[in-house]
């Protein structure tokens, strides 16, 4: 493993602080511009909103929820080199509304929360094909709060994604090599 990297948070409380991460395989943080748009979109949604960040690696889009207001996020991470990253970085930027977990996060999205989550950041490392495997477990096992957003983030060349039947495609775009979809959670019809 080479040395740390970073990037930057982009508005809010937390505005153009940088983020630390280790240069660790799989692990691609969500790029400034695609961060700016995506939360361009979730402008309205993010003040107050519970978040739930999996495959968090860096941190980037959890640290940058909580910076423009979100109220609590939950970061699920593996790595034992990105989990101490991103608790260097809660504690450096007293992110007491971070809840950092060192878990499987197809083994803990298994379960049911305690209360769904208004905002879920789905963005597995593109090499392992996770993406609709972990919607599925999303949708089933009652993560999503109806009416709540879902970002997913893949490879442009990946063409057998199939989210939820009940989830609408609010938002879409490409760039550079990177398909970014934002979603809303419809619940389903009994």
């Not at 760039?175 to 809303?184: D, E, K, Q």
């Amino acid at each position: 493993m080479a040395g740390k990297q970073q990037i930057r948070i982009i508005a809010g409380k937390w505005r153009s602080r940088q983020i630390r991460f280790p240069s660790i395989d799989g692990l691609r943080p969500t790029g400034d511009r695609i961060r700016e748009t995506l939360f361009n979109w979730l402008a309205t949604d993010i003040p107050g909103s519970r978040c739930l960040d999996l495959f968090s690696g860096s941190g980037a889009l959890c640290f940058e929820a909580l910076s423009r207001g979100a109220s609590h996020c939950l970061a699920l991470e593996q790595h034992p080199q990105a989990i101490s990253c991103l608790t260097e970085t809660k504690s450096l930027l007293n992110a007491s509304e971070l809840t950092i977990a060192h878990k499987d996060t197809l083994k803990y999205l298994q379960q049911s929360p305690d209360k769904p989550f208004d905002i879920v950041f789905v963005d597995p490392p593109f090499d392992l094909n996770l993406i609709t495997e972990v919607c599925s477990l999303l949708e089933e096992n009652g993560w999503v709060a109806s009416g709540g957003a879902i970002y997913c983030e893949l490879p442009a060349q990946q063409n057998n994604f199939a989210p939820p039947a009940n989830w609408q495609v609010l938002r879409n775009k490409a760039s550079s090599g990177v398909n970014y979809i934002l979603f809303s959670r419809i619940e389903p019809a009994a």
